[in-house]
């Protein structure tokens, strides 16, 4: 089955960095987009990145372009979201998404609290 393992988050200082990781298993994973949304406190959970199967196609939530990088390494079948220049209002569980077979799936979700 489809299973998604988020890792990497933690407390950070504003303007700091972190690198999130999410494992897959259970599907053709070079063989779908892959996103990061995230849920902060009293927040509805919102879209952050996608990336394309191969990485050709790279998107972005505004209030991240320009301080957050996508990635992806198909041999791994891990996607990477790189943050910098992190602010408190990033503070959030950020979730790995995939859409496969008309599903949604979803990892457990890993925190990332920026705070001084």
């Known amino acids: 089955q489809v299973q998604l393992v988020e890792s990497g988050g933690g407390l950070v200082q504003p303007g700091g960095s972190l690198k999130l990781s999410c494992a897959a298993s259970?599907?053709?994973?070079?063989?779908?987009?892959m996103k990061w949304y995230r849920q902060g406190p009293g927040k509805e959970r919102e879209f952050v990145a996608s990336?394309?199967?191969?990485?050709?196609?790279?998107q972005y939530a505004d209030s991240v372009k320009g301080r957050f990088t996508i990635s992806r390494d198909n041999a791994k079948k891990t996607v990477y979201l790189q943050m910098n220049s992190l602010k408190p209002d990033d503070t959030a569980v950020y979730y790995c998404?995939?859409?496969?077979?008309?599903?949604?799936?979803w990892g457990k979700g890993t925190l990332v609290t920026v705070s001084s």
């Open positions: 998404n995939v859409l496969r077979s008309d599903i949604d799936y």
């Open positions: 259970g599907f053709l994973f070079n063989g779908f987009k």
């Open positions: 990336i394309s199967p191969f990485g050709g196609n790279i």
